[in-house]
């Protein structure tokens, strides 16, 4: 007969695993939403985005009665400092997408969040000291190639997926040595763009100024910090590893939105970069799940 304990963790598992992929794939159709935005200038989206962003995460916070985590924030020079330069990474990194989805580059945009966590690897052996094992820097190569061959097929560097993963890579990098968490970081991040924001804010043109894009526009702090909590719900009940796995539900809803839905030119000669990209990733998570697993394994100490 089982024990009770295994029942509540399988039932938590369950929970952690919806909440992810929730998350996941809230964040892999995005582009959707962004798209119905396409009359109105990215600097105004990204405003209006940064705004009830910083509105929503704010009550959020208030709501647990966590506002104390987002002052500590801003405590010492070093934490604000750091959660500035987040700050910078962010907004680049939202501005870049919510560009390049309004020019028609999704499935471009989707392949810097499929490089993202091997931009992470190399990051953490280059300023953390970490140590890069066989698969991975196979995983680096393989990748590398898929890049390269994409400059090949699109005639021209793939800057607009590569300045995601560079930011968002960093932008991560930067979080884990101050060890900022996700709700009360947004919260910083987005309340310390609002005054540079509400200058934008007013800029929508006259042919957008329908009650359609007036809740487009707010709801655009929901659709960011929406997928952020139930994140955050499954980080709290999932193994990382899994977390993980389920990363990859973001960039592959990207991907599919552009080429099934969008109808983006996807050739074959950027199929078989793609493919290097995929198999650099293959590899990536491969080795984690046999590190995860020698970890369970292993007597504890």
Not at 5 to 18: E, K, T, Y
Not at 205 to 213: G, I, V, Y
Request: net charge positive; glycine share 8%.
């Amino acid at each position: 007969m089982t024990a009770p304990h295994a029942w509540v963790r399988a039932v938590i598992d369950r929970i952690g695993l919806a909440y992810g992929v929730l998350a996941f794939s809230m964040w892999g159709v995005l582009p959707l939403y962004w798209r119905l935005l396409r009359a109105v200038p990215p600097f105004t989206v990204l405003a209006h985005r940064v705004v009830w962003t910083a509105v929503a995460t704010t009550l959020v916070l208030a709501s647990r009665g966590a506002l104390g985590e987002l002052r500590a924030l801003a405590s010492t020079r070093r934490t604000a400092l750091t959660g500035l330069a987040t700050t910078a990474l962010i907004a680049s990194n939202w501005y870049v997408f919510i560009w390049g989805i309004g020019q028609g580059r999704t499935v471009e945009c989707s392949l810097g969040y499929f490089v993202s966590p091997l931009v992470s690897v190399l990051l953490g052996t280059v300023f953390l000291g970490e140590r890069v094992n066989p698969a991975q820097g196979l995983a680096l190569l393989s990748a590398a190639v898929g890049v390269a061959a994409l400059m090949r097929a699109y005639g021209a560097f793939p800057w607009l997926g590569l300045a995601l993963a560079g930011t968002f890579g960093v932008y991560g990098l930067l979080r884990k040595m101050v060890r900022f968490t996700s709700l009360p970081g947004l919260a910083f991040e987005s309340l310390a763009l609002t005054p540079l924001a509400l200058f934008v804010l007013p800029q929508v043109p006259s042919e957008a100024r329908t009650p359609a894009h007036a809740a487009l526009l707010v709801g655009a702090g929901v659709v960011t910090a929406l997928p952020l909590l139930w994140f955050n719900e499954a980080a709290r009940r999932l193994p990382l590893t899994v977390v993980g796995l389920l990363q990859y539900l973001s960039p592959t809803g990207q991907f599919l939105v552009g080429v099934l839905i969008f109808h983006e030119p996807f050739s074959r000669e950027k199929l078989l970069a793609f493919a290097f990209v995929w198999a650099g990733l293959a590899l990536f998570t491969a080795d984690a799940l046999r590190r995860w697993h020698a970890s369970r394994r292993a007597p504890a100490t």
